[in-house]
């Protein structure tokens, strides 16, 4: 875990030397040219947050529930322009329909990025059941996803899975795994 809150627990900014999870993606999206990052508010995912809001190459909002951000990033792809999503493992759990209707049938290349809930530690039962079913929901709809756990993988992981969604024109999800991410911390 010591390892987790290193990477977490870096302030340095994009750029300047910083190896952490969130500046990796970061990179790793503005390389690739993905600037638009509709997300739900996650705790996990905040680090990313901040510094995707904070670079003005990224046009960064919140919106409401997953379902809407896929659309935005669907529609934005029908019009040029790529597109990623921020969700926890709770809020991938309300994107089954939207997936097989919209992303899959009308090849989309969805790059969606999950922050892990329900394992290592975790303390609300739903998210365990949640967790349990998003993978067999992706292998259902035959959706590529690659699950996280270490720093030295995280930037070959996703630089590769977007050039193959954007290629294959077909959804991925990169789940980023507590042992990556430092999961969330409860205070007592």
Known sequence: MAIA????SSQAGPGSGDRSWHSVVLQTLKRNEIS????????????????????????TFATAREEEAVGIVSGAWMGGRRGAVLMQTSGFATLANTLA?????????????????????EFNYGQSLVCRTMRPVLDSLALE????TRLDELEF?????IKQAVTTQAPVALILNPLLTGGKTFDK
């Open 5 to 8: 809150e290193q990477q977490t």
């Open 36 to 59: 638009l990052i509709p997300y739900v508010p996650d705790r996990v995912l905040t680090p990313l947050i901040k510094n995707l809001h904070a670079d003005p190459f990224f046009t």
């Open 101 to 121: 209707s919209l992303a899959v049938p009308y090849q989309i290349p969805l790059i969606m990025f999950v922050s892990e809930r329900g394992t290592l530690g």
């Open 145 to 148: 996803h690659h699950t996280i």
């Open 157 to 161: 992981i996703a630089d590769r899975s």
